[in-house]
């Protein structure tokens, strides 16, 4: 490849970055004038007594700005189709290559992925304060799981940013850059819009392996899919899952030998594509 189409590759791996940047400072700053404006309109407040308020609504609604940014997010997405001399559908990594069995394997994967995680983070994670405990347990209550959060944590969340990072980053930065290269900074790029190099930069160098495996991004959509569901459930059952450390042993093996069977099945599965994708 040459140097000015490998500086095309990550001109265009930044730009989806910050697309992404882009659409959740809008989906922010909508939110904030809708839920604040009606305030500031009938009363005079200055701007230190409006930034509570704010913060307050930033955080209260935080899956109404998600939805709003894939939303947007999407729209661009199909603007830049028209414009693209490829169907987005034929980019390496999104080109729909995959079976039902890398797929139930890829959710399964996501799932216990999840599960290893929580049990690692609540071993090595000090106790909370009781009463910071106590807080939190009644303001979970407070807050009930809605419609709106379950479309962006199921659907929307996995199915685009699988999609821009998984599919189009991370196909740019591998036509430009050996493997183990792109899948690291796509990973970087992605953990930048969550909790930096910590447990999304851990669940995008998996979801793109899986994505180089398979080499579709499907069975990636279904494992974060997977991740993300097995989330309300681990909520639910904690309590049986925490209750003495030969269940949390018992709980981390079974969820140790999923993932490696999972990663098998999706490798044994993949074995074209891994093909494919060296020879690219």
């Not at 095309?8 to 697309?19: H, P, Q, S, T």
């Not at 303001?139 to 699988?162: D, F, G, K, R, S």
């Not at 991740?227 to 140790?256: L, R, V």
């Amino acid at each position: 490849m040459k140097p000015e189409e490998k500086l095309l590759c990550y001109i265009e791996a930044i730009k989806y970055f910050f697309m992404f940047i882009i659409s959740q400072l809008v989906a922010e700053v909508i939110v904030v004038i809708v839920t604040l404006l009606p305030l500031a309109s009938g009363m005079d407040m200055t701007f230190d007594e409006l930034q509570p308020l704010m913060e307050k609504a930033l955080l209260e609604q935080q899956y109404t700005i998600m939805l709003l940014s894939y939303v947007f997010v999407a729209l661009m997405l199909v603007r830049q189709q028209r414009k693209l001399p490829v169907p987005l559908l034929a980019v390496p990594g999104f080109d729909g290559r995959s079976t039902p069995s890398a797929v139930l394997a890829a959710i399964a994967l996501g799932g216990a992925g999840n599960l290893w995680v929580s049990i690692l983070i609540d071993k090595f994670t000090p106790p909370p304060n009781p009463f910071d405990l106590i807080g939190a347990q009644a303001e979970a209550v407070a807050v009930p799981v809605t419609a709106v959060q379950l479309i962006v944590v199921l659907l929307l969340a996995p199915i685009i940013e699988e999609l821009v990072f998984r599919g189009l980053i991370f196909s740019r930065f591998k036509l430009a850059l050996p493997f183990i290269a792109a899948l690291i900074l796509q990973a970087i790029e992605y953990a930048l819009l969550y909790d930096g190099l910590g447990l999304s930069f851990s669940m995008a160098i998996v979801f793109g392996i899986v994505v180089f495996w398979t080499g579709s991004i499907y069975p990636a959509i279904a494992a974060h899919i997977g991740f993300n569901a097995a989330g309300y459930a681990i909520d639910y059952f904690w309590g049986s899952i925490s209750a003495t450390q030969a269940a949390m042993k018992w709980s981390g093996s079974i969820a140790g030998i999923i993932i490696c069977a999972c990663l098998l099945i999706i490798y044994n599965k993949g074995k074209g594509s891994i093909s494919d994708n060296k020879a690219a």
